[in-house]
T-cell receptor, first 113, second 112 residues
Framework: GQQVMQIPQYQHVQEGEDFTTYCNSS?????IQWYKQRPGGHPVFLIQ?????EVKKQKRLTFQFGEAKKNSSLHITATQTTDVGTYFC?????????????FGQGTILTVHP | NAGVTQTPKFRVLKTGQSMTLLCAQD?????MYWYRQDPGMGLRLIHY???????AKGEVPDGYNVSRLKKQNFLLGLESAAPSQTSVYFC???????????FGPGTRLLVL
């Protein structure tokens, strides 16, 4: 079945440093979504990418979808302590998938003040 | 709007006991999902529903059953709990596919 691998598993940064997490799928995706989960909380939707090569920005966050629609990345510029949490990518296969997302393992981000 | 709610928030079971987790959404969403979250494994889909009266298996359905008798509710049942089912369970709903999934606060289940 479809697999989505996410690296790194952990990332510790000093406040102000940049952060990137990468997501790779074993199959071509129709779209990819990114979620953030604060410690002790639930996943919250950040963004959805649909087009090949798409780049979207949300303030300090930049999301990219690969040309082959098999990989994606999330980059945070100048991290802040409020960025702490686990970032998940979730891929949606094409066809009749009924919105079934396959989640990556997540990247746990720690930001030291 | 409460969004997606889950009950209970926390539960301890003994091996072999049964229980039902309730998920309710007030957004009139068609699609509902049950996930389990374990350390280092992300979220894995247990079962899902594409509308009232329908259910289907996800990635890890064994040991679980579900029902969606009403559009707003999605129940997850454990007939005979096992320690391997110790996890955090999240319910989610979506208005369309593909679309944003809205997650509930989660249920922490410990099976002894």
């Amino acid at each position: 079945g479809q697999q989505v691998m996410q690296i790194p598993q952990y990332q510790h940064v000093q406040e102000g440093e940049d952060f990137t997490t990468y997501c790779n799928s074993s199959t071509t995706l129709s779209n990819i979504q990114w979620y953030k989960q604060r410690p002790g909380g639930h996943p919250v939707f950040l963004i959805q990418l649909v087009k090949s090569g798409e780049v979207k920005k949300q303030k300090r966050l930049t999301f990219q979808f690969g040309e082959a629609k098999k990989n994606s990345s999330l980059h945070i510029t100048a991290t802040q302590t409020t960025d702490v949490g686990t970032y998940f990518c979730a891929g949606l296969a094409g066809g009749t998938s009924y919105g079934k997302l396959t989640f990556g393992q997540g990247t746990i981000l720690t930001v030291h003040p | 709007n409460a969004g997606v709610t889950q009950t209970p928030k926390f539960r301890v079971l003994k091996t072999g006991q049964s229980m039902t987790l309730l998920c309710a959404q007030d957004m009139n969403h068609e699609y509902m999902y049950w996930y389990r979250q374990d350390p280092g494994m992300g979220l894995r889909l247990i079962h899902y529903s594409v509308g009232e009266g329908t259910t289907a298996k996800g990635e890890v359905p064994d040991g679980y059953n579900v029902s969606r008798l009403k559009k707003q509710n999605f129940l997850l049942g454990l007939e005979s709990a096992a320690p391997s089912q110790t996890s955090v369970y999240f319910c989610a709903s979506s208005a369309r596919t593909p679309g944003t999934q809205y997650f509930g606060p989660g249920t922490r289940l410990l099976v002894l």
